[in-house]
């Protein structure tokens, strides 16, 4: 993780006098959010600018950290599926998050430090991505024939304010800045996990899971109003 010449700014985010058995924890959980770092830092640029999204020519690389793109588009997978009866679902786009994390990892196990520090801090992050049922799969349907983008295209009520469907999934343990604490709370209030899932190392089962679990849940069903007993 040293290579990444993000690093120091990472160290500059660890609490003042940070257990020396913590900081190596801390750092690895912080590389974790690269990904996201650089769609805002100076420097990088769009795969597609014109619609940033989307891949252009330069997403199907793997150079390491020579490459200065933000890759938006592997942050997911579009798995297309429809409610309303459409017939036709578009292909799922690539490269993309599986694709992705398939391909880096053999590259951990290679003889290029500064490719797998890059693949690393990449890896850590699409792992998550792809736990978070709306970045595996995109709803198709008369509005949105190409698909809603992941619930970004969808608006929804939650409470006396709207916000985007994405959004809110993303923010269901608390928003971006959230005390940890708080966090931990909400938590501990979900339904245990299958702990004998984490096992399973095969990117295409958690992919169909996320999707079964946007099919499943009504907050991927309601265009607009959240119903308060949404299920998650």
């Given at each position: 993780?040293?290579?990444?010449?993000?690093?120091?700014?990472?160290?500059?985010?660890?609490?003042?006098?940070?257990?020396?058995?913590?900081?190596?924890?801390?750092?690895?959980?912080?590389?974790?959010?690269?990904?996201?770092?650089?769609?805002?830092?100076?420097?990088?640029?769009?795969?597609?600018?014109?619609?940033?999204?989307?891949?252009?020519?330069?997403?199907?690389?793997?150079?390491?950290?020579?490459?200065?793109?933000?890759?938006?588009?592997?942050?997911?997978?579009?798995?297309?599926?429809?409610?309303?009866?459409?017939?036709?679902?578009?292909?799922?786009?690539?490269?993309?998050?599986?694709?992705?994390?398939?391909?880096?990892?053999?590259?951990?196990?290679?003889?290029?430090?500064?490719?797998?520090?890059?693949?690393?801090?990449?890896?850590?992050?699409?792992?998550?991505?792809?736990?978070?049922?709306?970045?595996?799969?995109?709803?198709?349907?008369?509005?949105?024939?190409?698909?809603?983008?992941?619930?970004?295209?969808?608006?929804?009520?939650?409470?006396?304010?709207?916000?985007?469907?994405?959004?809110?999934?993303?923010?269901?343990?608390?928003?971006?800045?959230?005390?940890?604490?708080?966090?931990?709370?909400?938590?501990?209030k979900l339904a245990a996990a299958d702990a004998t899932k984490a096992?399973d190392l095969n990117v295409s089962h958690w992919v169909a899971e996320?999707?079964?679990?946007?099919?499943?849940?009504?907050?991927?069903?309601?265009?607009?109003?959240?119903?308060?007993?949404?299920?998650?």
């Open positions: 993780m040293t290579k990444n010449p993000d690093f120091a700014n990472w160290v500059a985010l660890l609490p003042p006098n940070t257990a020396a058995a913590d900081t190596n924890l801390m750092l690895f959980m912080i590389a974790a959010t690269w990904a996201d770092r650089i769609k805002s830092a100076a420097g990088f640029s769009e795969d597609n600018p014109t619609d940033i999204n989307k891949c252009g020519p330069v997403s199907a690389q793997n150079i390491g950290f020579t490459d200065h793109f933000r890759h938006r588009c592997w942050h997911f997978i579009d798995v297309a599926f429809a409610q309303d009866g459409t017939a036709i679902l578009p292909p799922t786009p690539v490269p993309n998050a599986q694709e992705r994390v398939d391909l880096f990892r053999p590259a951990l196990g290679g003889n290029d430090e500064d490719l797998k520090a890059y693949d690393l801090s990449w890896l850590l992050h699409l792992v998550g991505d792809l736990h978070q049922p709306l970045h595996c799969t995109t709803r198709v349907g008369q509005g949105h024939p190409d698909g809603d983008a992941g619930g970004n295209l969808v608006t929804v009520m939650p409470g006396t304010s709207t916000q985007k469907l994405h959004k809110f999934w993303d923010d269901v343990l608390g928003p971006t800045g959230a005390d940890t604490k708080t966090v931990a709370k909400t938590a501990n096992s996320g999707v079964q679990n946007a099919k499943d849940s009504r907050c991927t069903a309601a265009p607009l109003g959240l119903a308060r007993g949404h299920s998650l």
